[in-house]
């Protein structure tokens, strides 16, 4: 199956002021893309999701996360990667952060999504992300922290003009109190000591070409 055009974000830098912008709980869930038949992931794999789950759901698309509980992405993930259809998906909510195709800007967006988890034919299973809009950098950090302190991962920070593009976009950021970042697998190196005659560090290479080992063992 085709990879969905998913919006993917970039991370805040301190000096951009989020005032004005709508602010919400990155949670650790699974990135699920809803095209009106099936949970999707990121890469284009269907989500084995029960059809008692998927009943109600509506004939459009949804860009949203399933999602278990805070420090529980392990469990979810192995939850909505099996192929059963089992039992356990009854602990799952689908939280709603974007309709693609409604059109305009987020915020109206924000209005269709409004409509569709609190109206009366709501699915079982579906819930609204609250937004709040950003009064200053103050109110951000303050954000930031009662997440922090409930077992969440961070703020996600959306620029309430934007439209809906694929791929990564400053008009979608993500804001933690530590910084992570993703790269190229180049190779591995033997482990030494007593890891010897094991794989031993990765090799990986930033987006800006740095190159340096990741862990002593495997």
């Not at 409509?115 to 200053?136: F, W």
């Not at 922290?145 to 809906?164: F, N």
Request: hydrophobic residues 35%.
């Amino acid at each position: 199956m085709t990879a969905p055009p998913v919006l993917l974000a970039e991370t805040w830098r301190p000096d951009m002021d989020p005032t004005g912008w709508y602010m919400s709980e990155k949670l650790d869930g699974v990135r699920a893309w809803w095209d009106g038949e099936n949970f999707v992931s990121r890469l284009g794999n269907v989500y084995a999701a029960p059809e008692w789950f998927k009943k109600g759901m509506p004939k459009e698309v949804l860009d949203g996360e399933l999602w278990l509980g805070r420090k529980q992405f392990q469990k979810c993930i192995s939850i909505v990667r099996r192929q059963d259809m089992n039992d356990e998906w009854a602990n799952i909510t689908y939280f709603v952060f974007d309709a693609p195709q409604a059109g305009g800007t987020f915020t109206k967006r924000l209005d269709h999504v409004v409509k569709l988890a609190y109206g009366r034919n709501k699915p079982d299973y579906v819930e609204m992300l609250p937004q709040l809009v950003c009064k200053s950098p103050a109110h951000l950090k303050e954000r930031l922290e009662a997440y922090e302190q409930i077992g969440g991962e961070g703020v996600m920070l959306r620029d309430p003009e934007s439209l809906y593009e694929e791929g990564r976009s400053r008009t979608l950021l993500k804001v933690k109190s530590f910084v992570d970042a993703e790269a190229e697998v180049l190779r591995y190196e033997p482990g030494r000591g007593k890891h010897r005659g094991r794989m031993g560090a990765l090799v990986v290479r930033m987006n800006d070409g740095t190159e340096f080992s990741v862990g002593t063992g495997f």
